[in-house]
């Protein structure tokens, strides 16, 4: 069975960049629609990018375009979320999630099929 995992968290200072990944293990990435969620402390789940993998036309949530750049290396089988210019509200666990359809690139947590386990972001003042 396919599992998505992600990696490339850690501990940060504000202002440093991360990169994070997200696999397929035991397999290959096989959702057309993949993308990045974030999820603070009590607080709801919240889609931060996606990406249809054949053409990697992207979206973004609000206000994260310019420091985050959500990416794919097909020949790696791996999507990539870029995030510079960190800031301590940017702590939290951040999820990648696959999509069956390959219609469109939503930003509601439902919409989507797959999920990895999730890696910490934390970014200190």
């Known amino acids: 069975q396919v599992q998505l995992e992600e990696s490339g968290g850690g501990l940060v200072q504000a202002g440093d960049s991360l990169r994070l990944s997200c696999t397929a293990s035991?397999?290959?990435?096989?959702?057309?629609?993949m993308g990045w969620f974030r999820q603070a402390p009590e607080k709801e789940r919240e889609f931060v990018a996606g990406i249809m993998r054949n053409t990697g036309a992207a979206r973004y949530a609000d206000g994260m375009k310019g420091r985050f750049t959500i990416s794919r290396d097909s020949a790696k089988n791996t999507v990539y979320l870029q995030m510079n210019s960190l800031k301590p509200e940017d702590t939290a666990v951040y999820y990648c999630?696959?999509?069956?359809?390959?219609?469109?690139?939503?930003?509601?947590?439902?919409?989507?099929?797959?999920w990895g386990q999730g890696t910490q972001v934390t970014v200190s003042s």
């Open positions: 035991g397999g290959t990435l096989t959702s057309p629609v």
């Open positions: 999630a696959g999509r069956g359809s390959s219609w469109s690139i939503p930003t509601a947590v439902e919409s989507y099929d797959s």
